[in-house]
């Protein structure tokens, strides 16, 4: 996604001389195309995250419409509150796009990991977030908002090579993309971690289980229609993201559901509690933390065979 | 109407004691300064013109001073300077930006100057010579994040951007030298690369040709270390910590408005 990224930037820079590209010294290897093809809107500002997004602030003030990159946690944590007091409080179009969300940058440890940004994020009214789960549905989510006059964030992941089956890149605001039929239940993925969805659900097809896969990178504003729409026809939603189980998809999911009459399960499949030093790849990192496609496919299992047994108790 | 700093002080002082609110001694501190750049500095033919000089009170607390000018400037009316800090107002105890004549919001210490910072770049990527100019505290150089827009200013030559600390030596809770000493001041804005210039911050003729002098085409950044005493003309005030937060008595009201005319 980082590629797709700067490809895109490219082209749109092109196309409007208001576009701007800040780092905070980070995008190695990956900002050059922007950098080498326009040195006078590029600015590394050092590592300075806080001071980026002030600048970003008052660049836009004038007009421009700057993108500030970093790794997650330093592109929202660090500067959180210069984010809330500027570009949100202001509504100017700033883009903070954050690389490496939940546990990309596996080895790195938790100062590396994004596991709280899209909650941090979404409770702030005004800005909108998007979290693309492959490189395509990442190109099409900025083509679709780089224009959008208030603020937006964006959680995107390293990988430039991995496509979410079914997805074919697709993306809409305020629409959750459904990328696999299936009549048990629904599992509901944020970010790259949706290709573990995927994997899971054709494992769980090899069980005689029909599990249905839906994307939701539309953070804020959130598929809230699309949700209700699915919450109505399944009995049991499973949600997969690679973030802490509090503020994150499941968090809205169990938002857009609560006071609603509905006969359905909410389980949210996502990191339970610190990693206390345990550090690993991002695959280990996954297994360790219930979001591979092997955990998946377990707790789904434990989770319908609870429920049948209920069944059976009521029957 | 014109810009006084008599005026100024007595708005202050009415409005402190209407909406009996506190941060009346930060307002006087900065009174002179406003009272330079409202009257005679800052070249704002509207405050709608995209090319007018910008100014981002970063001590945002001190907001009341600001108000005063906008309102002599003819930019708020009487009636809007009168809902100061009461219910549904937009002029709340930190500007903000929605109010005209106001750039941006502040309140949160040690983010105007990166904001101003931002506006001098691109005030320079679109070949303009407008001006920015940033008011600081000086406990607000506590702030880490305001160093940050320092050292990038200063690398990327920053000229149009004028920051001013308005240096009086006090802070919530106690004197600066007390609580974490920011001495030598200047030189340490120096060391960082700036153009320093010490000024009296109550000599608004002092602070008017400072700033004509500034080459604010190339060259550095500059900061005004300005000399300020808080609570400034109200001479119990003056040097207090608690007129930082106190409102004021109607004897207190009374006094500090027959020392505030006294003068000229």
């Known amino acids: 996604m980082r590629a797709a990224f700067v490809k895109t930037l490219v082209e749109l820079a092109d196309q409007d001389s208001r576009i701007l590209l800040l780092t905070g010294d980070l995008g190695y290897n990956a900002l050059e195309p922007f950098a080498e093809r326009f040195p006078d809107r590029f600015f590394n500002v050092g590592v300075a995250e806080q001071n980026m997004v002030g600048l970003a602030t008052g660049l836009a003030e004038s007009g421009f419409i700057p993108y500030v990159y970093s790794i997650v946690n330093f592109a929202v944590l660090r500067p959180y509150e210069f984010i809330r007091n500027g570009p949100i409080l202001h509504q100017f179009p700033v883009r903070i796009v954050g690389v490496g969300g939940g546990l990309e940058y596996g080895p790195n440890g938790l100062s590396h990991h994004g596991l709280e940004d899209i909650g941090i994020m979404r409770i702030q009214p005004g800005i909108t977030v998007i979290a693309p789960a492959d490189h395509q549905q990442a190109r099409h989510a900025f083509l679709n908002t780089w224009n959008l006059p208030g603020p937006v964030y964006y959680r995107i992941g390293k990988d430039d090579k991995t496509v979410v089956a079914g997805l074919e890149g697709h993306f809409e605001l305020g629409r959750a993309q459904l990328i696999r039929e299936g009549s048990d239940l629904l599992l509901i993925a944020m970010g790259s971690v949706a290709s573990e969805a995927v994997s899971a659900a054709q494992a769980l097809a090899g069980h005689g289980v029909s599990c249905a896969v839906l994307v939701v990178a539309s953070i804020s504003p959130a598929p809230v229609d699309d949700l209700l729409a699915f919450a109505a026809r399944y009995r049991l939603m499973l949600t997969v993201e690679a973030h802490y189980a509090t503020g994150g998809l499941g968090s809205l999911i169990s938002e857009v559901i609560a006071g609603k009459d509905l006969n359905c399960r909410l389980v949210r499949c996502g990191v339970e509690s610190l990693p206390n030093g345990v550090s690993g790849s991002q695959r280990f990192l996954h297994q360790a933390n219930g979001i591979s496609a092997e955990k998946l496919v377990e707790k789904t299992m434990q989770v319908l065979y609870g429920l049948r047994s209920t069944d059976r108790n009521e029957g | ?264």
């Not at chain 2, 800052?42 to 981002?56: A, G």
């Not at chain 2, 309102?71 to 300077?81: D, H, P």
């Not at chain 2, 502040?106 to 920015?132: E, F, K, P, V």
Request: aromatic fraction near 8%.
């Open chain 2, 1 to 264: 109407m014109g810009v006084s700093s008599r005026q100024i002080r007595r708005i202050i002082l009415d409005q402190s004691k209407r909406a009996h609110v506190g941060h009346i001694g930060s307002a006087l501190s900065i009174v002179d300064i406003i009272t330079a750049l409202y009257g005679l500095v800052l070249r704002i033919p509207d405050p709608d013109d995209p090319d007018r000089d910008r100014f981002v009170l970063s001590k945002g607390h001190a907001a009341l001073a600001l108000y005063a000018a906008l309102f002599l400037k003819g930019w708020i009316s009487e009636k809007i300077l009168n809902t100061y800090c009461g219910d549904g107002t937009v002029l709340g105890v930190h500007p903000e930006h929605v109010l005209k004549g106001v750039d941006f919001s502040t309140g949160s210490l040690g983010q105007g100057l990166s904001m101003g910072a931002g506006a001098a770049l691109a005030a320079r990527l679109q070949q303009s010579s407008r001006r920015i100019f940033v008011l600081v505290s000086d406990a607000e150089c506590n702030e880490g994040s305001l160093w940050e827009a320092v050292m990038f200013a200063a690398h990327h030559h920053l000229s149009n951007l004028i920051a001013i600390v308005d240096l009086n030596g006090q802070q919530a809770l106690g004197y600066t030298h007390q609580v974490l000493n920011l001495s030598p001041m200047a030189e340490r804005w120096r060391a960082f690369g700036w153009d320093v210039c010490e000024v009296d911050g109550h000599d608004v003729s002092a602070i008017t040709r400072t700033i004509r002098d500034l080459n604010t085409s190339s060259g550095p950044p500059h900061v005004l270390i300005a000399h300020t005493i808080f609570g400034k003309g109200v001479s119990f005030m003056e040097n207090q910590i608690k007129w930082h937060y106190w409102p004021m008595s109607e004897e207190e009201y009374q006094q500090a408005l027959r020392e505030v005319e006294a003068k000229p």
